[in-house]
């Protein structure tokens, strides 16, 4: 079987835009990476279910989301939403509802666009957030990732201000804030994912590299912290940067990736904590996202800096990785997903 995988990249360097590149089942290779379409610095992707992308993007200087429709011809651009300044960092789906989420890190700013028939994307509210923290990098409010929770809410993380933030959203694509969630000082929350069984939520602080393990109050959409685990060996001082979080679709294993230390930390779930059970090399510079293919067989790891794409093995009863291959090279990866 081939699996197709999306790759969103800076385009700094050698990157032209989104790549695609197959994973082969069989033969346990990454295979046949060809450029899908050509964007500037298209950084996060996400795909929804009739086949349309996603994306964050930047034209003639300004910076934004934009939608492509999926044809036999391949991909073409709908349109484009975008404003002065920095582009988004993280864009979702809605199904149900039909909009796309965005969050703005340099501006503190989350987004929400209708999704119309045509594919294209109105703009329909934004939020603004305020606040700072203790880290250098917590100046003004960064926000960093804008996804659904399990019951339909939109659940916002804020590096900055050291926040999570839960918002009802109207048919209409309306915020409204019902929730907020403060972390330690210093977190700085970049990714949450939620277990299976919709109340424990796994919170990744970028600035302090730690897992933090919540409960979510659905009657509320406000979260309780539970524990906090570190991604990183106890003897390690050297520079990092936690980046992605991912659950097996089982919830017994949580996965987070390392910029800096350059790994990927393995966690057992425990009721209401986790227990870090093994901390492998992304063989190779700044794993700034992961992602596990539908089957949760394997694991694909982006080294942003280094220019590789990194495969592993998971074994679905212990949760560990093993080496598969890795110097596959991809420029500039910074998102994977399986399409």
């Given amino acids: 079987m081939t699996l197709p995988i999306y790759l969103g990249t800076y385009t700094r360097r050698d990157s032209k835009g989104i790549y695609q590149i197959d994973l082969n089942t069989e033969t346990q290779q990454l295979e046949n990476l060809t450029l899908l379409i050509d964007e500037v610095s298209p950084t996060y992707l996400a795909q929804a279910q ?5 994306t964050v993007t930047t034209v003639d200087g300004l910076g934004g989301t934009a939608a492509y429709n999926k044809t036999a011809e391949g991909y073409q651009k709908a349109n484009a939403i975008t404003e002065e ?6 864009v979702a789906v809605d199904e149900k509802r039909q909009l796309v989420y965005a969050a703005n890190y340099h501006k503190g700013e989350v987004l929400v666009y209708k999704i ?3 594919g294209t994307l109105t703009l329909t509210d934004k939020a603004q957030h305020e606040g700072t923290g203790p880290h250098e990098n917590q100046e003004k409010a960064h926000a960093h990732y804008s996804d659904l929770t399990p019951d339909g809410r939109l659940v916002v993380c804020d590096l900055g201000t050291d926040e999570v933030f839960t918002y009802d959203v109207s048919n209409e694509g309306k915020l409204t804030e019902v929730a907020r969630f403060t972390a330690q000082p210093g977190t700085g929350p970049r990714h949450i994912v939620f277990h299976p069984n919709h109340t424990t939520a796994y919170l990744f602080g970028e600035l302090n590299s ?6 979510y109050d659905a009657a509320t959409g406000s979260f309780t912290e539970e524990m906090v685990a570190s991604t ?4 390690y001082d050297g520079f990092n940067g936690g980046a992605a979080i991912r ?3 089982d919830g017994r294993f949580v996965y987070a990736s390392n910029r800096g230390h350059n790994s ?5 779930v425990k009721d209401n904590s986790v227990e870090r059970i093994q901390l492998i090399s992304t063989e190779g510079d700044f794993p700034r996202d992961f992602n596990l293919d539908p089957s949760g067989e394997f694991v694909v790891a982006a080294n942003q800096n280094s220019d590789n794409l990194t495969l592993y093995r998971r074994d679905a009863e ?3 990785l093993s080496l598969l291959q890795k110097d596959v090279y991809a420029p500039e990866a910074v998102c994977v997903v399986f399409a």
């Fill in 264 to 268: 990927i930390a393995v966690f057992a």
């Fill in 318 to 320: 212990s949760g560990q």
């Fill in 210 to 215: 730690t897992v933090n393990v919540l409960t």
């Fill in 116 to 118: 119309n028939a045509d």
């Fill in 247 to 249: 659950i097996s679709k």
């Fill in 232 to 235: 990183l060996p106890a003897d």
């Fill in 50 to 54: 009739s086949g349309e992308l996603f």
């Fill in 85 to 90: 300044g920095a582009p988004t960092c993280y």
